[in-house]
Structure formats: C-alpha cells, structure tokens
C-alpha cells in the first residue's frame, strides 16, 4: 500500500522501539529480525532492486516486522490458554447441565483468520468453525476457542494440517467428548504471467478449499454429532459443500505449478532458507524443501521485462482536441492487475477502470481493450503502490486517448489481512484524474456512476 499505509506504522519504524517483556529495547537488536531484514535485502537486489531507495529502505524492517507478527504462534502455547480457562460443567454423558445449557454441542461459527501458506510463503485467508462435545464435567471458555485457532493459524500451515492441529489441541487440552474443526481457505490465484488466463478478464483470483477434521465421537463420518455440527452451519447459510470437504492427498496452493523462472539464485535460496530458520521453522521439514525456489520463482515474475515489448507494439495514436465529442464519456471497465506491494512485499490484486471522451472520428474505443489491458500489466507487475499504478495508468493511457482522463482502481491488499491490522475482506481505491476530469465534477460524476456495483476487487 502507499500513502495511506505510512503514517501510524512509520511514525513506529522511526522511533525503531518496542517493548519486550516490560522493557523498553531497540527492534534492531533482535537478532531473528535483523536476519529477516538482511535476507530481504539480498531478495531486493536479486529483483534488480535498490534496497536504499525511496519506498524500498524500509521495506525489510517492515517485512520482517509482518513475519514475526504473522508467526508468533511458534513462541505460544495451548496448554497456558486453555488451562487457565477449564470451568466445571456437567457434559455428554448424562446431557444434563447447569448455567441454563444442555450439555450438547458447543460451536463457535465464522471466525476470520489468517495463514501463511508453507508452499510459498504468500497468506491465505481462513473461515473458521470449531465445535466440541463437553465431557469429564468441564467446559472452556468460549473465547479460548478463538485463541488456539490462532496459534496454529500464526504459523506456516497447510489446510488439512491446521485443522488437525486445531482439533488435537483441543482434544487434548479440554478432553471433551469430540471436537470438529471445518475451515474454507482462500488462497490468492496470479496467472501465469505467458498463459491465456493472464489476458482473460474474468479469471479467478482465488483458490478457495474446504476441509475438516474430528475426534473423539466425530471420529465417524456419518456420526450424529457431524449432523448437528452440518445443521448448525447451515443455519448461517454455509454451503451443502461442506459435508463433501476436500481430499488431503491433493494439492492446493496454486503457486506450485506456478511458471518457472529457471534455476532460481543461490543467494536468493540462501535469504529464504535463513528468513525460515529465523521465524521458527526447520527449513529441512520435508513439506518446506521446495519451499525457497518456490517462492522466488513467484517473485522473479515481478522482474519480468516481456511486457516492455508488448506495450510497444501497438502505434500511438493522440487525439485532436478539437473533433472530440466534448458530452460523449466513454470507458473501459474492470480491467484485471496483480501487483506486489513494494512496502511488504505481498500481493495485491484488482480490477482498473478508464474514462474518457472520445470522437466520432475514433469509435467508441479508438485503440482497443488489449493496449489498455496490456498497460495496466505492465506497470502492474511489478513493486507498486497503489497510487503511483493508479497514476502511470493514466498518464500512459493519455498518450492514446487524449488529455482527458480518469483511472479508478479498486484493489485487494494481503498486507492489510496479514499485519498488525488483520483487517480481512477489506478493499481500497484510488483515482487519478487528467485534463477535464480534473476540474469537471460532473465529468467524474458521470463515469463514476458508470462503474458497475459488482466490479469491486
């Protein structure tokens, strides 16, 4: 994110103190950060990269400030959560119990989380419902639910090993009867940067999975239990699908048969092995081996030069002021981008709308969607914030389409889902405007209310 981003995170950077256990302590002298910090260094420059530069100097403080955040459930444990909040309560076995309840089922519904993916290190989102039958006369505090989540949330995960994780703890931690975790994950989809998909309007950014695990009396597929557990979801109107969930032996993050970039840099497999050491993982966990040239694959599309020569190709046609039909508003609605945030180095992604005015003599598009997509790519794939992509847009789009012209962009943040915020399912635009568009209100009112209500990021 740009602008809109620094203020309250950088007044923090600045002053570069937190406080760690009641004491007040420089953040350079935590030692795993400053390994996070100059591992991203060295993936800056492998992107062709000035690490010193305006908006990039200081990306890896930022970046390893997110890591430590995003995965501080490798420092907690369940056991200190939920043996704190054990209450007595008659359970399953005589499904008679004080304080008004019945001694049944227990769930907690729609609880927002995030992850990051172990395959290649981008955040997925998480839908969250956990269940348990109380036992053994004791209850936990319905909050705590929430909280173990979380720790294994705030780890690097797969879907199906998450949900295991969240249903052993808790059968461990409060040896109920059974417990049942069901999660639906999103992950980000980029298409591969030579495929059709990557031209084609309506591909879908995300892969969205579902799975679910059980314990105890939930052991058993066609259980009672998992029927009350299905029911009760549905009456939140969660989809059919989620007594079919998805088969473990598959595959997920679409990052996996992202395109090839070649042998990836050693330096670069180096930063990202000491990036894992450093947030407390084994980098030599089986699941985690292809996880560095996995990563920097995805990255090195950010340092593609192809799009250079297919924004060449096409003539550049500048119009005649003065044989446009000045009340004529035309546009070019929901244009895809992917890009990374220059600040976090994390996707984000959306859709571009451009206005103009347009002359009889041109048609209704006198250039064609193709440049206009082929230019939102190119300066989309690449380390941007939003507002200087919603910029270049415009200022290169007025080359084809006159002085007058509008871009709006509505896009996706992960930064936002995976910092301290943690602010899911949120989206931020962003406007540049040229020639009339600066200065005619009812211009922009015009082709703002052109913008379809559907065509958010």
């Known amino acids: 994110m740009g ?40 993936l800056l420059q492998g992107l062709g990269e000035d690490f010193e530069r305006e908006g990039l100097r200081k990306t890896p403080l930022r970046v390893a400030r997110a890591l430590r955040e995003g995965t501080r459930g490798y420092m907690q444990k369940v056991k200190d959560i939920v043996e704190s909040a054990l209450f007595p309560e008659t359970g399953f076995v005589t499904r008679v119990g004080h304080a008004g309840g019945a001694g049944g089922l227990v769930l907690v519904r729609d609880l927002d989380l995030f992850s990051y993916c172990e395959s290649c290190l981008l955040p997925f989102q998480v839908k969250c419902h956990i269940g348990y039958v109380p036992c053994g006369q004791r209850v936990v505090g319905l909050s705590k639910l929430s909280r173990v989540a979380e720790v294994f949330a705030k780890r690097l995960q797969d879907p199906y090993r998450l949900a295991d994780d969240i249903c052993s703890a808790l059968q461990n931690g409060i040896k109920p009867a059974g417990a049942a975790v069901i999660l639906k994950c999103h992950h980000i989809h980029f298409p591969n940067l030579g495929s059709a998909a990557f031209r084609n309007s309506n591909h879908n950014g995300w892969v969205t999975i579902l799975v679910k695990s059980g314990s105890g009396v939930f052991l058993d597929k066609s259980a009672e239990a998992w029927s009350e557990f299905l029911s009760l979801l549905r009456f939140k109107e969660v989809e059919d699908i989620y007594s079919t969930c998805s088969d473990k032996n598959k595959s997920w993050c679409p990052c996996r048969t992202f395109c090839k970039m070649g042998e990836p840099d050693p330096s670069m497999l180096r930063a990202v092995f000491s990036i894992l050491g450093s947030i407390g993982e084994d980098p030599l966990r089986k699941e985690l081996v292809e996880t560095p040239a996995c990563f920097i694959n995805w990255m090195m599309n950010f340092k593609s030069c192809d799009l250079d020569l297919k924004l060449n190709e096409y003539p550049r046609m500048k119009m005649d002021s003065k044989i446009l039909n000045r009340d004529s508003v035309q546009s070019e609605m929901s244009l895809p981008f992917w890009s990374q945030c220059e600040h976090h180095l994390l996707p984000f992604y959306g859709i571009v709308h451009i206005g103009y005015f347009v002359s009889e003599h041109y048609g209704s598009n006198p250039v064609g969607k193709s440049l206009l997509q082929s230019v939102v790519h190119f300066y989309g794939f690449k380390l941007q914030v939003q507002e200087r992509l919603t910029r270049q847009i415009a200022e290169t789009v007025s080359l084809f389409l006159g002085e007058d012209v509008i871009v709006v962009v509505e896009a996706s943040h992960t930064c936002m889902m995976s910092r301290g915020i943690e602010k899911l399912c949120t989206t931020t635009a962003t406007i540049a405007l040229l020639g009339r568009f600066s200065t005619d209100s009812s211009a922009r009112a015009k082709f703002l209310q052109m913008i379809p209500s559907s065509g958010s990021a």
Do not use: Q
Not at 10 to 17: A, I, K, T, Y
């Open 3 to 42: 602008a809109l981003d620094e203020c309250p995170y950088d007044l923090e950077l600045d002053n570069e103190m937190k406080f760690v256990g009641g004491v007040r302590r420089g953040f350079e002298e935590v030692h795993e950060t400053l390994a996070v910090e100059e591992a991203v260094k060295v």
